[in-house]
C-alpha cells in the first residue's frame, strides 16, 4: 500500500469517532451474518460515522486503498465501488 496514504491514516485515524467501539459494528462477523442482520448492524456504523470529524478524509483513504470490507466514512463497501466507478466516468 502507498506509504504516503498509510502515514496520513495514522494521522486523522486518532480523531475517528469509531474508536470507541468494536470493529465488529464496521466490520461484521464473518459470511454468515443473514442480510437483515447486516443491514441494522450496518445503519449503525453508519450513525457513527455521520458526526465523524474525520469522515471525508476516511472514505478518501478508502476509496484510495480500495479497502475491500467494511463501512469507511459512512459507506460500504459497494457504495463505495459505485463512488469509484461514478469518479471513473
Ligand atoms: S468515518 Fe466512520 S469509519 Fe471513518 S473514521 Fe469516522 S467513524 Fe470511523
Given at each position: ?25 464496521f ?18 456504523a ?24 467494511g463501512i ?18
Amino acid at each position: 500500500m502507498n506509504e504516503q496514504l498509510v502515514a496520513e491514516e495514522a494521522g486523522w485515524r486518532t480523531q475517528a469517532s469509531c474508536l470507541d467501539y468494536p470493529a465488529l459494528l464496521f466490520f461484521g462477523v464473518d459470511d454468515s451474518e443473514a442480510p437483515a442482520e447486516r443491514r441494522v448492524r450496518e445503519e449503525r456504523a453508519k450513525r457513527v460515522c455521520r458526526p465523524c470529524r474525520v469522515r471525508q478524509e476516511c472514505l478518501e483513504y478508502a476509496l484510495q486503498a480500495r479497502e475491500p470490507y467494511g463501512i469507511w466514512g459512512g459507506l460500504t463497501e459497494l457504495e463505495r465501488k459505485a463512488r469509484l466507478r461514478s469518479r471513473a466516468v
